[in-house]
């Protein structure tokens, strides 16, 4: 018999992990308190935007074995019930909010059927399975509940739920791990490394993974830091030591930063739960991280001003990019329009493109300047930053962009750009890492 799955919350995580179960063949409902979340993916539309999920989300649906509903009691004859809601950051401090998990195992535990299995994917403050487990064994003791983590990055979520780099499930017992195997069977035939681990390890596994990223971004932009004291190049430095395999390449882009709603939020409550267990030293070191993500926002304005004037009240400054990386119109954290905020702050007369993110952008910060086209943006422009790494933006014939700015210059955040074109093309340019020579 085919297992039967629910997803409780359907934003960007079980959005993906409802749609991609149901290509594996499992029916799924989806379920959400949210009318309006429920009403757009009930018509095949993703309230946010992720390459490729819409058209699987359309696929899926067609086939009937994907549904989507406000009824909690549509789950009840679910095997298997995958809680992927919200985990943000509390609002006084740097802790995880757990309203929503909490809220999410009340409200099924007292009507899914006996022998169901409860999976947590959200990412929580180790121990908080535990604390899970036991409130849902006190309700219904011919239950159990285990964690499986997920690992998605924007732009990629629907390629990272279908072919995983790996699994990690944190169970108590065989048959937990059993049904487990029995979702991921698919996965598991491909030779997807598979983690068995009990709860507390399952959940220090993503946070510790994003802690790591973190601190790899943060160490790349110190040394953009140094480089930019020192005359050196941090992308040539980059370059050299990613070849030694014990370091890679990946996440040594020197730039503005990390942002977004996972890393930011994750770290600090990886800290904040840290603090709660007496271990806070050994956590020491990711204030700094922190620190040195923030700073490479101010040393990006701290550039604007070095390259064009101290004071900044008139000048017309383009803005390439809004979200917080590509492939995505995820606005949260992201250091692109922090800058572009604290410049207009500043006098700046500030225009923001981006190819998906306009809309959430300026929802968020109604008072910036918008714009639907690359060139629009830039016209007249006294410094245009490239703050997003999208595609569109290195493919810009800078040859062409030349002839509509007011003044040729600029900065590249995220050392993404061809200099030597650009600079063959005329402009001034300029990049956080890196000599102006």
Not at 74 to 103: E, R, S
Not at 270 to 292: H, K, P, T, V, Y
């Amino acid at each position: 018999m085919t297992l039967k799955i629910s997803v409780i919350g359907t934003g960007y995580l079980g959005a993906t992990h409802a749609a991609c179960m149901s290509s594996l063949g499992f029916e799924v409902i989806g379920i959400d308190i949210d009318a309006a979340k429920i009403a757009s993916l009930s018509s095949g539309t993703i309230p946010f935007y992720e390459p490729g999920l819409q058209e699987l989300l359309q696929s899926e649906l067609k086939t009937g074995r994907l549904s989507f509903s406000t009824d909690f009691t549509a789950i009840k004859d679910c095997d298997v019930h995958f809680i992927c809601v919200g985990t943000p950051q509390v609002k006084d401090g740097l802790a995880a909010d757990l309203t929503y998990v909490f809220a999410s195992l009340a409200a099924i535990a007292p009507i899914i059927k006996d022998g169901s299995l409860v999976v947590g994917k959200s990412t929580v403050p180790v121990g908080t399975a535990a604390k899970l487990r036991e409130q849902l064994l006190a309700i219904n003791t011919n239950t159990d509940l285990a964690w499986n983590p997920e690992f998605l990055r924007e732009g990629f979520a629907v390629e990272d739920t279908l072919h995983p780099t790996r699994l990690v499930v944190g169970v108590t017992n065989t048959r937990a791990e059993e049904i487990l195997r029995e979702v991921y069977a698919n996965n598991l035939a491909a030779q997807t490394p598979w983690i068995s681990a009990d709860l507390p390890t399952s959940e220090l596994v993503k946070v510790s993974a994003n802690a790591f990223l973190a601190t790899k971004i943060s160490f790349i932009n110190a040394m953009a830091e140094i480089c930019e004291a020192a005359g050196g190049d941090v992308t040539v430095l980059a370059k050299a030591i990613g070849y030694d395999p014990r370091i890679g390449h990946r996440f040594l882009q020197a730039g503005i930063g990390f942002g977004g709603g996972c890393l930011p939020k994750d770290i600090r409550a990886f800290m904040a739960r840290s603090e709660e267990l007496g271990a806070e030293q050994a956590l020491e070191f990711l204030r700094e991280i922190d620190s040195i993500n923030t700073r490479a926002r101010t040393r990006m304005i701290d550039l604007v001003r070095a390259d064009l004037s101290a004071d900044l009240v008139g000048k017309k400054i383009a803005v390439l990019g809004a979200a917080f990386k590509p492939d995505s119109d995820d606005v949260r954290d992201s250091p692109a329009l922090d800058i572009a905020v604290q410049i207009q702050a500043a006098g700046a007369l500030v225009t923001v493109h981006d190819p998906k993110a306009i809309a959430n952008a300026r929802n968020r910060f109604p008072a910036l300047g918008f714009s639907e086209s690359i060139e629009e943006c830039v016209a007249g422009a006294d410094l245009v930053l490239h703050l997003t790494e999208w595609k569109v933006y290195r493919e810009i014939d800078p040859a062409e962009l030349i002839k509509l700015v007011a003044q040729p210059k600029v900065i590249d955040g995220r050392n993404a750009l061809d200099r030597d074109k650009w600079r063959a093309a005329g402009w001034d340019f300029r990049a956080l890492g890196r000599s102006n020579a």
